[in-house]
């Protein structure tokens, strides 16, 4: 789920990842029931395998959380600038990009198995590789081009006619 808010000035597009939490949650309580059910069943198990029994569903809750960082997008129009900000639960990753490095239009990658719906938004740099905008991978593609198309209509003052390119076809290295 995007948020986005913004005025003439200044567009951020918050990445919510509401279902990551969800699912780590799912994650985290499946473990746990399935040691809580080997605990129940009296299991002759030594030390070790019951501390790993119950340590496994907060390793598996952190894990999760931890693969996927939130990211924040801040596309400022007088300052000329796009600021990604990337966080996570021990991880905090913050950069700034000038409008001059970029590339090409803000695009969303496509997949290359036509039966996965995993779309990225990415940013092309002229001298660096695209950087991802988007951390979880949406099943809602067309919330994804509406914010590429947003942001392309910040940075370059109109939407691009180009939302989205394939990667198989390598439009995107």
Known sequence: MLRITGDSEEVIIREMPVLQRVNAFVVAASLFFIALFLIASGADLSILAWSL????????????????????????????????????????????????????????????????????????LKNAPPIELSSTIRMNEAEYYEAANLMNKYIFDAAKQIPFKSKASGDDE
């Open 53 to 124: 029994l119950l340590f496994a569903p907060i390793a598996g809750f952190l894990f999760y959380l931890l693969s996927k960082p939130s990211i924040t997008v801040k596309i400022n129009r007088p300052g000329q600038t796009v600021s990604v900000r990337r966080r996570s639960l021990l991880k905090y990753d913050f950069k700034v990009y000038s409008f001059n490095e970029i590339a090409d239009s803000v695009y969303v990658n496509q997949p290359r198995d036509a039966f996965k719906s995993e779309h990225r938004i990415l940013l092309p």
